[in-house]
Nanobody, 122 residues
């Protein structure tokens, strides 16, 4: 079995910072892309950032220059450093890992975490 678990959400004032973490664990053969999406109330889930196994990153325009994704492959962990937070960043943040489990090494599946709430007050 595979688990993806996020941590690090919370309440912060506008202009502040938070760091989210996401760890994948279990019967994992390899992990390709890991990333972050977010969903605000009444809105669709949207891409925030992705990072490949060689640390190539991709960001939504709305977070470029403020958010930084990084990754520790040895720990199967991805981080999202969020600076200069704005009230519009308020959302549930979901982590995903695109990985091959040990029992299906030639296939890739997307696993999602349960989400962590980020609230930015004005």
């Amino acid at each position: 079995q595979v688990q993806v678990v996020e941590s690090g959400g919370g309440l912060v004032q506008a202009g502040g910072s938070l760091r989210l973490s996401c760890a994948a664990s279990g019967d994992i053969f390899s992990i390709n892309v890991m990333g972050w999406y977010r969903q605000a109330p009444g809105k669709q889930r949207e891409l925030v950032a992705t990072i490949t196994s060689d640390s190539t990153t991709n960001y939504a325009d709305s977070v470029k220059g403020r958010f930084t994704a990084s990754r520790d492959n040895a720990k199967n962990t991805v981080y999202l450093q969020m600076n200069s937070l704005k009230p519009e960043d308020t959302a549930v943040y979901y982590c995903h890992a695109d990985l091959s489990p040990t029992n299906r090494k030639t296939h890739s599946f997307r696993y999602w975490g349960q989400g962590t709430q980020v609230t930015v007050s004005s």
